[in-house]
Nanobody, 114 residues
Framework: QVQLVESGGGLVQPGGSLRLACAASGNVFKFSTMAWYRQAPGKQRDVVADITSAGNTNYADSVKGRFTISRDNAKNTVYLQMNSLKAEDTAVYYC????????WGQGTQVTVSS
C-alpha cells in the first residue's frame, strides 16, 4: 500500500509563496499521474493540478499562472509551488494519484491571511 506524506504548509500573507512536497512510498509512483487536491472547510475536495509520469501538467482555472506542479521520480516526490497566494487558497492540501486514489495522507494546512 502506498503511503503519502505531505509537508510544507503554513501561514502566509496574501501575495506570498509556499512550496508543498508530497513523498510517496513504494515503486509505482514513477508510473502514476499524480495530483494535488485541496479541501476548504465545508467544501468538497477538488483537484488543483496534476502531472503525468512524463511531466505533462494540467491546472484548475483558479490557480493557472500562480501554481506550478512538478515531480522528482528519483525521490518519489511531487511538489506544488504556490505563488501570489490569495485568501481563497486557504485549505488543507493533499496529494494522491489522479485516477484511482490510494489511501489519503494527513494533508498539509495552508492558511493565507494578513
Amino acid at each position: 500500500q502506498v503511503q503519502l506524506v505531505e509537508s510544507g504548509g503554513g501561514l502566509v500573507q496574501p501575495g506570498g509563496s509556499l512550496r508543498l512536497a508530497c513523498a510517496a512510498s513504494g515503486n509505482v509512483f514513477k508510473f502514476s499521474t499524480m495530483a494535488w487536491y485541496r479541501q476548504a472547510p465545508g467544501k468538497q475536495r477538488d483537484v488543483v493540478a496534476d502531472i503525468t509520469s512524463a511531466g505533462n501538467t494540467n491546472y484548475a482555472d483558479s490557480v493557472k499562472g500562480r501554481f506550478t506542479i512538478s515531480r522528482d521520480n528519483a525521490k518519489n516526490t511531487v511538489y506544488l509551488q504556490m505563488n501570489s497566494l490569495k485568501a481563497e487558497d486557504t485549505a488543507v492540501y493533499y496529494c494522491n494519484r489522479r485516477y484511482g486514489s490510494w489511501s489519503w495522507g494527513q494533508g498539509t494546512q495552508v492558511t493565507v491571511s494578513s
